[in-house]
């Protein structure tokens, strides 16, 4: 069964920081890898994905990831992080011949000190 | 544009009964999926219907099962509720589930089971 890993689970940042978050995935076989974002009250919203193509995607609110196939990774990155940053990001992974479940790592808590 | 809507809110249990939560999908999104977000387990997918069937089924007892119905809105049922069923329920929907399409979330149903 594939699974996914996201390194850290508890960030905090000042304003202006950058941000990486890293998320390793196993499995074998084509991918289709997102980004999932929680603000505080709120419910899952997508934040980027990538499908096939470029393996740099942009997705909402700055946010970029990069798709590393040797490295079975898709980080999360953004150049310079805002308090409204501040919310639990999911990295997930769907299988393309795995009945269209997503997978998702544990999550990363990120807090952006203004 | 309504997204994902879920009722109830909140619903509180006791140990042995029975719960019935329920999802209606954005518009002209077929599938729906249902995920559990424990707590200490992360978010783990349950159950995905398409077209009015059940296309596959995450690693859950027989006593989670559900519907769902020809307007495409869908029902979770958990039957003989467990203490460690108490969790964050979330539905999913996408367009139909055959190809690689991003899946929305709502707001969640939060159970409770004492």
């Known amino acids: 069964a594939q699974s996914v890993s996201q390194h850290n689970h508890h960030v905090i940042l000042s304003e202006a920081a950058s941000l990486e978050l890293g998320c390793n995935y196993s499995y074998g076989g084509t991918v289709n890898l997102f980004w999932y974002v929680q603000y505080p009250g709120q419910h899952l919203q997508l934040l980027l994905k990538?499908?096939?193509?470029?393996?740099l995607v942009k997705g909402i609110k700055g946010f970029e990831a990069e798709f590393i196939k040797s490295k079975f990774s898709f980080n999360l990155r953004k150049p310079s992080v805002q308090w409204s940053d501040t919310a639990e990001y999911f990295c997930?992974?769907?299988?393309?011949?795995?009945?269209?479940?997503?997978?998702f790592g544990g999550g990363t808590r990120l807090m952006v000190k203004p | 544009e309504a997204g994902v809507t879920q009722s109830p809110t909140h619903l509180i249990k006791t140990r042995g009964q029975q719960a019935t939560l329920r999802c209606s999908p954005i518009s002209g999104h077929t599938s729906v999926y249902w995920y559990q977000q424990a707590l200490g387990l992360g978010l783990q997918f349950l159950l995905w219907y398409d077209e009015g069937e059940e296309r596959n089924r995450g690693n859950f007892p027989p006593r989670f099962s559900g519907r769902q119905f020809p307007n495409y809105s869908s029902e979770l049922n958990v039957n003989a509720l467990e203490l460690e069923d108490s969790a964050l329920y979330l539905c999913?929907?996408?367009?139909?589930?055959?190809?690689?399409?991003?899946?929305?979330f709502g707001p969640g149903t939060r159970l409770t089971v004492t």
């Open positions: 990538y499908f096939s193509g470029d393996p």
């Open positions: 999913a929907s996408s367009l139909t589930g055959t190809s690689g399409y991003e899946q929305y």
């Open positions: 997930a992974v769907r299988p393309r011949d795995a009945g269209n479940m997503l997978t």
